[in-house]
């Protein structure tokens, strides 16, 4: 097998990293969040793997041939047709970007105050729109220790699935969720065999299942990779079987469909998809455009297809795994196995003298822009935010400090300046300070609170 990516470069956006000086200034000016960071005076960019990917020759020139009709184009037809030999899904809508179809999806599902949705871990907008449609989310995520290898750490736990529904009843659920790969767990994977046990419960008790599926083709991979009786099967392949146990989907395009912007919603029936699209005209556009553009549908087609190319996801996963063992190999505490888009760095066991409420992953996302212009993301308890109920702040079973991957962007030779970074902040580990909030916001608050050094 060749070591080398599975493409050649032909466009280069220039980076460069500004000195250390500069990068105080810029991260006190960030209020000690990076989402406030301009990303000109950031050197390599890991704060997400979403819309950050590079596109193909073909996703380029397929744009090209954007139908911008308000009404029925050719492109969303080309869009529709792929998603349903992927899924087998004929209802096929599509929205801005994820969080649109989750807005969509839960205003309408949701149809009492106080119901639950379950999941095997929900990410920030999901848990967030299902807040504010007025649900109480729940995650039911098996418990692994985060150094210990599984093959499968997103996975469900289906025995308290099915108690936590004999518990509070069926009727209480407005749908059960399934996030795969599970990106609050570490952009782990999800098994069929689990995929499977879960579908088969819920419709024992009558209840939906929906896919949050942004990197569903990474997890296909790892199912072809780790279990067993899938390693002679194509990823699509592997994707169909999977999108058999389920009633219909929520994408945010902009992770495996390799774009920068877009989401989907898919259904098996034409009920749900009356009730759901009903809510997406007056938010996102009318159902074949869904707030994109003809061209954003010609490039997500495309991207769809690229996604399940094997020797791509070989290369893709291959390269946070690299990323991965460089950490491991040097003592830092990882996310083991390392998941599909990014390596979470487990900051609790990095920084054990910083209290959780002091926010040990973001601790360290400033810490590594300090060491090296890399900026990553907390995900841990300041993602999770507070209880609704209580006020109280909400503590996460985890606490990461992520680096993302986007796809196709950075050469391992990048990896390897990350590494150093994290290496340093690893050797000066003791002099890190927590954080606390100049200004915290109600609802996802990590995006916009301020902070300073405890
Ligand atoms: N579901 C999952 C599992 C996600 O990771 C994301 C976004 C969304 C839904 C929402 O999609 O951003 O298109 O509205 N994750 C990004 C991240 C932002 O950095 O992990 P969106």
């Known amino acids: 097998m060749p070591k080398g990516e599975p493409f050649k470069i032909k466009m280069v956006e220039p980076i460069r990293l500004i000195s250390r000086e500069e990068r105080e200034a810029a991260l006190k000016a960030a209020h000690y969040n990076p989402f406030f960071l301009r990303s000109s005076d950031v050197y390599i960019d890991l704060l997400t793997d979403s819309g950050t990917g ?41 929205t801005h970007q994820g969080r649109g179809a989750e807005k969509s999806a839960f205003s309408q599902l949701i149809t009492r105050k106080g119901m639950y949705v379950v999941s095997n871990m929900f ?46 009843g069926a009727e209480n659920i407005a749908c059960i969720i399934m996030t795969v790969t599970n990106n609050s767990a570490g952009g782990q994977p999800v098994s069929m065999a689990n995929i499977r046990e879960t579908y088969r419960i819920a419709k024992k008790y009558g209840l939906l299942v929906l896919f949050d599926v942004a990197r569903y083709a990474e ?17 699509i392949d592997i994707a169909r079987e999977m999108f058999s146990y389920g009633d219909g989907l929520m994408m945010s395009a902009k992770k495996d469909a390799l774009v920068n912007i877009g989401g989907l919603l898919a259904f098996r029936d034409e009920e749900l998809y009356n009730k759901v699209g009903g809510a997406v005209v007056p938010f996102e556009g009318f159902l074949t455009y869904g707030g994109l553009a003809g061209r954003d549908l010609e490039a997500m087609a495309v991207g769809l297809r690229e996604a399940l190319d094997p020797d791509y996801l070989a290369y893709r996963v291959g390269q946070v795994q690299y990323l991965g063992e460089l950490l491991r190999s040097a003592g830092v505490p990882i996310q083991w196995p390392v998941g599909g888009h990014a390596v979470f760095i487990d900051a609790a066991k990095f920084l054990p003298h910083i209290p959780w409420d002091q926010f040990p992953g973001h601790a360290l996302t400033a810490a590594l822009y300090l060491e090296g212009g890399v900026r990553a993301v907390e995900v841990g308890s300041l993602m999770m935010g507070r209880d609704p109920e209580t006020g109280e702040n909400v503590r996460s079973p985890f606490e990461f400090t992520r680096l993302a991957i986007p796809r196709r962007v950075y050469t391992n030779q990048h990896m390897e300046d990350v590494a150093e970074a994290v290496i340093n902040a690893y050797k000066r580990r003791e002099e890190i300070r927590g954080v606390r909030f ?17």
């Not at 997890?219 to 194509?234: P, Q, T, V």
């Not at 100049?438 to 405890?454: G, N």
Request: contains cysteine.
């Open 219 to 235: 997890n296909c991979h790892f199912i072809r990779m780790r279990e067993e009786g899938y390693a002679d099967k194509l990823p």
């Open 123 to 168: 990410f920030d907008t999901t848990r967030g729109h299902a807040q504010l449609a007025g649900a109480r989310p729940v995650d039911l995520l098996m418990d692994y220790p985060t150094d210990e290898f599984h093959p499968f750490k997103g996975n469900m736990d289906t025995v308290k699935l099915e108690q936590f529904i004999n518990e509070h």
């Open 438 to 454: 100049t200004k915290e916001p109600k609802v996802l608050r990590h995006f916009t609170a301020h902070f300073d050094l405890v």
């Open 54 to 94: 590079a596109m193909s020759q073909f996703q380029w020139s397929a744009m090209m041939l954007g139908d911008e009709a308000y009404a029925g184009a050719s492109s969303y037809y080309k869009l529709k047709e792929t998603v349903t030999d992927i899924t087998g899904y004929e209802y096929v809508i599509p």
